[in-house]
């Protein structure tokens, strides 16, 4: 957030900005998803970009990182049907959808 607050690049953002339906693959409920963050920013050249973004660790968004933990193995799965709706919604509203992680954060 505060990296969102000092980046002159950034023109907007909002934290947990809407809900996303989306059918829960482990109870068959119909319930709804609600990304992390919205971002309105402008790249080098002025151009204006808009993005969904959802935070998650590695070992609950990368298969190769879940591993036989029983819990990362049952988030993985509900994320990958909250990630599904998300893109086909931010699809519809001309929106990216991109998922972040600690690979992704901390890198030089």
Not at 10 to 31: C, F, H, N, V
Not at 48 to 77: C, F, M
Request: with cysteine; net charge positive.
């Amino acid at each position: 957030m505060k990296f969102c607050d000092t980046n002159e690049s950034i023109l907007k953002w909002a934290s947990e900005p809407m809900q996303i339906p989306y059918r829960d693959p482990l109870t068959g409920k119909q319930t709804v998803y609600v990304p992390d963050f919205f971002i309105q920013y402008a790249d080098k050249q002025g151009k204006i970009h808009n993005e969904i973004i959802e935070i998650k660790p590695a070992s609950q968004a990368i298969l190769e990182r879940v591993g036989k933990n029983k819990y990362n193995q049952a988030q993985y799965i509900k994320n990958q049907a909250k990630w599904a709706s998300a893109t086909a919604w931010c699809k519809q509203q001309g929106l990216k959808f991109r998922i972040v992680s600690e690979n992704d954060m901390f890198q030089q």
